[in-house]
């Protein structure tokens, strides 16, 4: 390490996708948020969409808002890493704009159902590491629901009918993290995004640095 306390190590590193996936209460929101907050070399990625903008949301920072015909054009031509339809209305992520990301050493985060992280990890394999986000209890997700007071009763039954199947779908992660404490969850998070960076394969100009270091210790010896 240098004296400005800055590594001397010319390492660079690949970028690499996190996705998070949690029923709906679980607290992926506002882990998100600050995770995005703590990571400056993380950026969230946007989706497509075919559904015209709501007040108040922006182009490019929402949403990117196409025509269905773009929408196709990107689909079929293998510019979308994953794709839905809801409601009549299309969405996905664009690959274009990961791929960059991640040439620069910069992580993007996903925030898709467990539909959409297989989609993302059939494209992206190495690159994309996923994480499931658990309440502690039904009864505590219930009580979150409630406390958004978002949500009338029915629709609540329903958010917890749909927790149900998309809990079913843990196992598929590689990662589990149980939100009972919001900072330590978010800790956790940070702990796996850290510990992924540090992989062998993501470390671009590792083996060189190792030759290096192996030449040079093999001169010091022969002094």
Same mark, same amino acid.
């Given at each position: 390490? =240098? ?20 029923? =709906? ?6 882990? =998100?948020?600050? @995770? ?31 025509? *269905? ?55 992206? *394999? ?63 998070? *940070?702990?796996? @995004? *850290? ?29």
């Amino acid at each position: 390490m =240098s004296q400005d306390g800055k590594s001397r190590v010319p390492l660079k590193r690949r970028g690499l996708g996190m996705i998070i996936s949690s029923p =709906s209460g679980a607290g992926k929101t506002t882990i =998100s948020r600050m @995770l995005l907050d703590s990571e400056p070399s993380m950026e969230m990625s946007v989706s497509v969409t075919t559904r015209p903008p709501r007040p108040g949301e922006v182009d490019g920072r929402d949403y990117h808002f196409v025509s *269905r015909e773009e929408f196709e054009r990107m689909r079929d031509g293998g510019g979308l890493l994953e794709w839905a339809e809801v409601f009549g209305n299309f969405y996905g992520t664009p690959r274009e704009k990961v791929e960059a990301a991640f040439e620069q050493g910069r992580d993007v985060l996903f925030d898709v159902d467990w539909q959409g992280a297989q989609q993302i990890v059939e494209a992206l *394999r190495c690159d994309v590491v996923t994480v499931f986000l658990l309440p502690p209890s039904g009864r505590d997700l219930r009580e979150r629901l409630e406390r958004r007071a978002q949500d009338p009763a029915e629709v609540i039954q329903r958010r917890m009918a749909g927790a149900a199947g998309e809990i079913a779908h843990w196992a598929e992660y590689q990662y589990v993290v149980i939100n009972d404490v919001l900072e330590e969850a978010l800790a956790d998070i *940070r702990a796996i @995004l *850290r510990a992924e960076h540090l992989k062998r394969e993501r470390r671009q100009g590792l083996s060189a640095f190792a030759r290096g270091l192996i030449e040079e210790l093999h001169q010091l010896g022969e002094l």
